[in-house]
């Protein structure tokens, strides 16, 4: 062999092996492509499981959620319910100022002086704080006294107060009436 075909040979042999070289690269991209197909893939059966787990949390907590808000629909606030919101520290105890929330959150125009006056009221052993026994003995007291002063704002008097309750006590006694066995 001469030298002209030993160079056309080493020259095709160059050229197939940069064709060779060029179709391995090609090869070793797909099967990057495909193992980064095959993550990708793993990665989203995993978002895809996290997120029917999270699902399944949501509807348990939303069951949980409606479960709680029925029963505190049926059940009635209690004096110790409301010592609890006012007590912010958690102190077992309510100082003015906690007491004063009260008022702000119902959007009342009670007097500042007679706020203080309701304070001094409740806090029977004049300590300057109210425990919650000294808040539920004053409960009744606190609320007819809020009652009566909202009535009065809406320009109700003592004698509208009275034809109210019985008007409710004659549809209550209807009301059984036409429910129940009336005797």
């Given at each position: 062999m001469n030298d002209a075909a030993f160079a056309m040979r080493k020259k095709a042999f160059a050229m197939i092996d940069g064709k060779l070289q060029q179709c391995l690269r090609t090869v070793e991209q797909e099967i990057q492509l495909q193992r980064n197909h095959n993550a990708l893939a793993a990665g989203l059966r995993k978002l895809e499981a996290k997120r029917a787990h999270a699902k399944k949390k949501v509807d348990e907590s939303q069951a949980g959620f409606d479960e709680f808000h029925q029963e505190r629909v049926r059940r009635k606030v209690t004096p110790g319910d409301v010592f609890s919101t006012l007590d912010a520290d958690q102190s077992g105890t309510i100082t003015i100022e906690e007491f004063k929330k009260l008022f702000v959150a119902m959007n009342s125009s009670l007097d500042p002086n007679m706020i203080e006056k309701m304070f001094a009221y409740a806090d029977s052993d004049?300590?300057?704080?109210?425990?919650?026994?000294?808040?539920?003995?004053?409960?009744?007291?606190?609320?007819?006294?809020?009652?009566?002063?909202?009535?009065?704002?809406?320009g109700f008097g003592p004698t509208d107060i009275l034809m109210a309750i019985i008007m409710a006590?004659?549809?209550?006694?209807?009301?059984?009436?036409?429910?129940?066995?009336c005797s």
């Open positions: 004049g300590s300057g704080l109210i425990t919650q026994d000294e808040f539920e003995e004053a409960w009744d007291f606190l609320t007819e006294h809020l009652v009566n002063k909202v009535l009065h704002e809406l006590a004659t549809r209550l006694r209807s009301y059984r009436c036409t429910t129940l066995t």
